[in-house]
């Protein structure tokens, strides 16, 4: 048996990270930034009001000081004058600040009659301008790769970028196989059950994003699994559900070896979710899921998720592991690293009581899986554990 890790090496060594190409701003969000982009702008681009008021010279002016109104300066029209002592322009939130104003007294704080503007309180050392360049100058960099999220989308917008260089998204190909197995709608013979796998992993893999389809269920048949593979050629990513432990109708390896994969089949010293198969179809990364359904979503997590990740640009990294502190106490774990179903609650890690790989039910309810490391002893209420969100 080899390790997560060590599984998890051997799948980012046949993870390549995909090209890139360009996308309107409008369509960047949750794509990956493949190429550091800098700022074409400084911004703001010129000294701005940050509230409503008057713009005065002479610094901070006080109580009962008087100005006479000699313009306005609205945001998208600037005030193109230059203010002497004893002036003032009105001036709205984001507008310039003209040539000569240092100051700018908000409304609250003044009275006016006509175009004479008196400082009726006294007011606050801040001078409410927003200095130039005080968010970003031309060349300030955004990082890449990074996957972008709305503030990073308003971010690269406001630095006047149109159009953005993003890591191609992977197309996955996801294969249940199994001579049980309907589509959920369809109406299942006695001795079948509805295939859940495909649609749980499909869910988990868009949201780290990756386009998937689902393939047609393939029967246990050497000569279906091949049909339903070669209907799979173009995608970077096959994934196989089922059918890859060493059981009699067990022929996803025999299969994929048939077809000149570059392939190995490992058993990972983990629970759920002992049966791994990694390997290459033609230009396809390839990888074999048990086919039990909490084991299937598990590995999802541990090994897929990190391997969109990897294709996507993003470094090659092991799914990011939380801590918090045990709320009740677990038992000692075995020689397998063990993925628990549990909860994050107010007080503290909680898992749940029953941990059979086949129920979804449990997974559903839960929000962690608690990482209990190999022949890790007992521990008790209060001992700060690792998890991962799901
Ligand atoms: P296998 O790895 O093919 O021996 O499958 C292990 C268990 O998972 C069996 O109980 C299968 O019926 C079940 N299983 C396999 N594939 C799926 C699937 N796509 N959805 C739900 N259950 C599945
Ligand atoms: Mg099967």
Request: glycine share 10%; net charge negative; aromatic share 4%.
């Amino acid at each position: 048996m080899i390790s997560v890790s060590e599984a998890l090496d051997l799948l980012f060594a046949l993870a390549r990270a995909l090209e890139v190409e360009e996308v309107p701003i409008s369509e960047a969000n949750g794509r990956v930034l493949a190429q550091t982009l800098t700022a074409k702008r400084t911004q703001p681009p010129f000294p701005a009001s940050a509230m409503d008021g008057y713009a005065v010279g002479g610094g901070q002016p006080k109580l009962g000081d008087r100005f006479r109104l000699v313009g306005e300066s609205a945001a998208g029209h600037a005030w193109g004058g230059t203010l002497l002592p004893g002036e003032c322009v009105r001036i709205f939130t984001g507008a310039p600040v003209p040539e000569g104003g240092d100051f700018v007294v908000i409304q609250e704080d003044t009275s006016r009659i006509s175009t004479e503007v008196t400082i009726s309180r006294e007011p606050s050392p801040d001078d409410n301008i927003r200095r130039a360049g005080i968010d970003f100058e031309i060349g300030t960099p955004l990082l890449a790769p990074r996957r972008l999220r709305a503030s990073e989308v308003a971010l690269l917008a406001a630095m006047n970028h149109a159009r953005v260089p993003v890591t191609r998204k992977p197309v996955v190909a996801l294969i249940s196989t199994g001579d049980e197995l309907v589509m959920p709608g369809e109406a299942p013979l006695p001795d079948q059950i509805i295939a859940s796998n495909t649609f749980g992993l499909k869910a988990l893999l868009e949201d780290h994003g990756a386009i998937v389809r689902i393939l047609p269920i393939a029967k246990d048949r050497e000569a279906s699994i091949t049909q339903t593979l070669a209907l799979a050629a173009d995608a970077d990513l096959i994934i196989t559900i089922g059918g890859a432990s060493v059981g009699d109708h067990d022929l996803v390896s025999a299969v994929t070896r048939g077809l000149g994969a570059d392939q190995s089949f490992h058993k990972v010293a983990m629970r759920p979710g002992k049966p791994l198969m990694a390997g290459k179809i033609g230009n396809s990364m390839m990888i074999g899921l048990p086919g039990n359904p909490v084991s299937a979503m598990v590995c999802g997590h541990i090994f897929v998720v990190p391997v969109i990740k990897a294709m996507l640009g993003l470094p090659a990294a092991p799914a990011t592991r939380l801590k918090a502190p045990l709320a009740a106490p677990v038992a000692a774990n075995g020689p397998r690293e063990h993925y628990m179903r549990a909860n994050i609650t107010p007080e503290g890690v909680v898992s749940k009581e029953d941990q059979d790989s086949s129920l979804l039910s449990v997974l559903a309810e839960a929000n962690a899986l608690l990482i209990r490391p190999v022949s890790d002893g007992a521990r008790q209420a209060g001992e700060i554990v690792e998890y991962i969100p799901t």
